[in-house]
């Protein structure tokens, strides 16, 4: 099956300092893989260059076999792209309810559609609908960025850090959502630190070191030869 | 009780103009966090062109309103946006004012050139018509005007709460980023809060000139959004509500003070000072700005240059003075003088906007300062000079103290309000020691020379200019200029260092108000007569426009912006090429905070940088901050002029 996203040989840089020095990364359709690394292993980065908002210096970029190195982060939004940048994709100063609303600005739903599934999963959020989003606890506010990739039913979902600063049984919570959302037939690719968290969900893992992939593999096999992944490719 | 009513009924009328002038300046903020300087030039010119339409080509009133607030406004919004506005979004405070003020600048320029001044009279809305309350008579005119501002308060709070793109708009705010991200078009949200707001300016200019039947006026209609300013600041120019709140107390306020303060003169000035004043308090009444932590602002700074390099510098300035004396006309030797001396007032602006980072626009009143104490003291002993410039320095401790807490935007305003008060309370009003018109002057006696001719007045004031150059330089260089850059890049690492802000900022407000104080008493002496219309608030627009884009970050810059000030007064003939300058490098302000001094440095291979010694050394790209920052810049490299993560 031709993969739903694919990157070719993709560098890209922050100024003159290049992150990625030839990314080569194939997902299948409806696959959920964790892409696992150290700490500056560009794994964000990635993130950032699939989902427009850093342009890749050379390389393609292919979603759904159309060419998008060019496309503008709202358009790929558009087109099925749903995003959940690092660090809780909300919007502080606005209240949960229009948090959500703006949620369909890249799909069809209606408000009323889009509350009804956010709060059927998440009841919690529908007991702080007029509150502030900058308000909620760390775990609410995921869930609310969470909530977006549930109610605009996109072909690929790109996570960034679900389990950033968050307490283990929250973290537990989110990925039985993205989980559920994967049965959906929604591809995802989501970034982790901790690697037995996202590998407990995931069809495929990658791994990156040093802005290359250096794996790309079963859960199990990547889990097995993990460390010598992480360390092999790092330097001391 | 009539009277009162009637008075009532006034400052209703008043603030309802108002609060349709500050619901737009509301909007673009809210939604944009650019505060639009030209929020009332734009107001202005959209009255011109309604009188165009309605009285010059003879369309109907309804038809021409019609046109402008639907057609023309929002289409200059929009334009304005795309074309300035977006290039600028994400630079600090200080690019976002000096751009809006080109935008100012350029459009109270262009209103003089397609409409030369003359009879522009406007007439009232339903001239003739209006309703009796008890003995007192509202206008249909009245009534429009209260109308349209609770009609137009009710669809924007509307329109922002219960919409997709109101919500989108104020998501923008928070992170355009991520409302990208959400499928969401951020440039499209700001072109639309920019052309709302453009719409409203232009009603609330229409409604204001057909109010009080009579002139259409440049300035005044310009500045007259100051009081929208202060409504807007009522409601932290975020809630609408309490902006139409503070606009009714502002009107009412106006209203009563005309119908019962005395006539008698001092009064008369205080009046008109009430806005200014009412702005101040909301400043003042401002909860304290929490420092932010966990993030740092990099700003390049050009690099200071070596003390040979400084000496080089005056001695090529010194060379090149003596050389225009020789070869320049008397008027142009008078005009070299004149550029040296407000060379010496854009200097004021190096430490305070340059190496601080705020945003003053009261720097003309401080030179005003020095000029009137010069001017009073009819002296022309050189302690004239030095009193006026300390004076000045009082003058600054007076802004600075008051306005500690604020920061910002929120600093700049509270000196529009200052040199509002000073124009309006002092410079004008005789009774408080104003100029009262104008005084005479004298030329400076310095140990038995007297500075008579312009020739020997221009090399004087090069001399003061380079001496103030390098005492700014050294300071820079010191530890007191280390802690000016370190406060503004990261008030919050400062703190955890143990620093004091308080002192720094005071000090640094009194030595630039010293500065131009300074300045001020050598223009006087030079002019040979000062009056109050040399110091208006006005004038600090332009300035701190002209200085910003000829590099605030340098004493080459401040000789720049002196020379380019001098050019703009003096040649009427080549003002619209420096417009076209100034807009240009306003706009490449985005990219070069250090502005045409910034590009000049970036050539460092141009034999004339190289050659005059005013830099050639390139643009320092490092980020100051990052010695005092508590903890490690970690993520991506950090670009210049990005902001950059700090792990808190």
Redesign the interface.
Known sequence: MAPILELQDVHAAYGRIEVLHGVDLAVPRGAVVALLGPNGAGKSTLLKVCSGRLRATSGHVHLGGSHVNDAAPDALARAGLCTIPEGRGIFPNLTVAENLRLSGLAGQASAAEIYETAFARFPRLAERYDQLAGSLSGGEQQMLAMARALVTDPAVLLVDELSMGLAPLIVRQLYEVLAQIAERGVTVVAVEQFADTALAVADFAAVMTQGRIVAFDEPGVVRRDLAELYLGGATV | MNVFFTYTVLGCVIGASYAIAASGLVLTYATTRIFNVAHGATAMVMAFVYWELAYNQGLSNWLSVLIVVFGVAPLFGALLERWVIRRVADAGIGVTLVVTCAVLVGLVGAAEKVWPPGVHQVRQFFAGHGVVIGMVRITGNDLLTVGLAVAAGAVLYGFLAFT?TG??M??A???K??????????HRMSAIAWAMGSSLAALAGILLVSAQPGQLNYISLTLLVVNSYAAAMAGRLTSLPRTFIGALVLGLLNAYASGYLWTSPGWTEFREAIPAIFLLSMLLLMPQAQLRVGRLTGVPGVRTPEMRRVGMATAALLLAVVIGNAVLSNANVNRMALGLCFAILALSLVPLTGFSGYVSLAQFSFFGVGALTVAKTHSSAPTAVLAGALLAALAGILVALPSLRLQGLYLALSTIAFAQIMDSMVFQNPSLGGFGGSLKTERLDLLGYRFASDKAYAILAAAVFCVVGAVVIVLRKGRYGRILIALRDSPAACATLGLNPRLARVAVFAGSAAIAGLGGGLYAGLQNQVGSADFQFFNSLPLLLIVVCAGVTSVSGALLGGMLLMALNSYPSAQAYLFLILAVAAVGLGKQPNGITGWLFEMREHPLAGRLGFGSAGVARTIAARSVASGTVV???V??GENAEVEA
């Open positions: 997709r919500v989108a104020r998501a705010v928070d992170d980023e991520l409302l990208a991200l959400h499928g969401g078009r951020p993520g991506a490299p670009a210049v």
